[in-house]
């Protein structure tokens, strides 16, 4: 089973996008349009990461953090604004977001986010990979075989 993230995006275009991205890269992706609907999706789904635009018609992706985090949500949470202001990251972090990345985001720089939080899940189960999804292995062997060169493949 693969890490699930819900991308909550008002704009259809931008919400699409980033589903079909996410996707690709072997993600299991839920969209919702709006603060109500990521609520929703938070309540009747297990979602590993949030990635959230901060200005929706019926609200914030702050509020829609914060209300994860008050139900003792573990997830990765990561803002998506037009802003990068130090102030709007500031409010980011305080309010429950781990990273704040500006819109149009760096790819790079989000799938990296991802990557380390499947690490993340690796390190808390003590490397008993048993409990890892069986579509990460792939990526997780290639790692490993480039740290430690050829003789480790996938």
């Given at each position: 089973?693969?890490?699930?993230?819900?991308?909550?995006?008002?704009?259809?275009?931008?919400?699409?996008?980033?589903?079909?991205?996410?996707?690709?890269?072997?993600?299991?992706?839920?969209?919702?349009?709006?603060?109500?609907?990521?609520?929703?999706?938070?309540?009747?789904?297990?979602?590993?990461?949030?990635?959230?635009?901060?200005?929706?018609?019926?609200?914030?992706?702050?509020?829609?953090?914060?209300?994860?985090?008050?139900?003792?949500?573990?997830?990765?949470?990561?803002?998506?604004s037009g802003y990068d202001y130090p102030s709007e990251v500031r409010i980011s972090k305080l309010t429950g977001f781990d990273h704040?990345?500006?819109?149009?985001?760096?790819?790079?720089?989000?799938?990296?986010?991802?990557?380390?939080?499947?690490?993340?899940?690796?390190?808390?189960?003590?490397?008993?990979?048993?409990?890892?999804?069986?579509?990460?292995?792939?990526?997780?062997?290639?790692?490993?075989?480039?740290?430690?060169?050829?003789?480790?493949?996938?």
């Open positions: 089973m693969a890490m699930h993230v819900l991308v909550v995006e008002d704009n259809e275009h931008t919400r699409s996008a980033l589903s079909r991205l996410l996707k690709r890269w072997g993600y299991d992706v839920t969209a919702a349009e709006n603060l109500q609907n990521g609520l929703k999706r938070l309540n009747a789904e297990p979602i590993d990461v949030l990635l959230s635009d901060i200005a929706l018609p019926d609200g914030t992706g702050y509020a829609l953090v914060s209300e994860a985090r008050r139900r003792g949500k573990d997830l990765l949470a990561i803002a998506l704040h990345l500006s819109k149009p985001c760096d790819c790079r720089h989000l799938r990296s986010l991802l990557e380390d939080r499947i690490d993340s899940r690796v390190q808390a189960t003590g490397g008993d990979m048993s409990e890892m999804e069986s579509n990460q292995w792939p990526r997780i062997v290639e790692r490993i075989g480039q740290e430690f060169g050829p003789q480790v493949s996938a």
